[in-house]
């Protein structure tokens, strides 16, 4: 063994002559348990997961003691994993919530952190500092930070009613605020170097940035489209029940005719049209475009922005608001109206008639018979 293994070893070691009640049944199994006496002097055990865990739930008990508290006469069942009340989180997001692809996606990343705890040995503190840490480290935006709070509160929410766990941490993580009216678009350079990465890594997915941009479609409707929905003949596709629960149609350009000829080449014609090469449907772009945003030197971006970027540059084209609004299947103009800036053409026109010699007497010309001037009130 090398010294950092001895090192490590004899820092477990250490740790342990402070915690004797904590042990494996089964050396090397790393199902760590606890020993102790309660405050009526009875031995007790029980299991806690892993080292950590078990750590936390000692030191839990020993304060319980001291405090004079007393425990059942049998204690409950093992702890419940994270990984279980997780399962059963995506079992309901998939019978329930359309976001579910996302769902799958975030739960990997809180299983990587979270998987071989106990549910109630995860307290509010800790995800709090899991969620500040991984968003600085992943540069998310305070929405980003909020789906994964949502989830993590619906994992012991239904935890709650299924009779696995007590309480629900995620309730006392902070909420972050969001900015709905910050406007992020991708600039010409933005786009020359993320279509440069994504045709040098995965050029398979070049269809579907292209459709997003031309279209303007959120992830959920542009990954749910089927083939049903697409009329190439009319240059339209319709969204059977778009984010506001209506219908609506999504007219087709040049460019989003020619990513759908593509993507019809790995299919049938029938079924979902997200289709990868081998013709499997796909869940969603956070496989291949969040790990590219980076590459392309492109930060605070998210697949949402480029909804954005298809409404700004319309705004930017000159087409008017009211038709923005219908193209966007924004409910009220008021979402956007947030666009109205980045075209100054109609408010510029309106001051410019303001522009040249001022003639203050025309007013005064036009008129019949002697002005009376204001008489002075002084």
Sequence with gaps: MNDLGHNQENQHELEDRKLRGIYERQPGSKIWWIRYADATGRIRREKAGTRGAAIKLYQKRKTEVLQGKKLPENLRAPMVGFAELAKDALAFSKAHKRSYGDDVIRMEKLLASFRGRSAESITPRELERYLAQTAEENDWAPATINRYRALLSLVYRLGIENGKVKDNPARLVKHRQENNARVRWLSCEEETRLRAYVQATCPQHIPELDLALHTGMRLGEMYSLTWENVNVSRKVLTIPRSKNGETRHVPLNATALSALAELR?????????????????????????????PKAKIRRFSWHCLRHTFASRLVMAGVDLRTVQELMGHKSIEMTVRYSHLSPKHTLAAVEQLSGPSRPTEAVSNTSGPVDLPVSLN
């Design 265 to 293: 080449k790995r299919s049938d014609g029938t079924g979902a049209v997200m289709r990868n090469v081998e013709g499997e449907p796909v869940l969603g772009p956070r496989y291949w475009f969040e790990p590219a945003l």
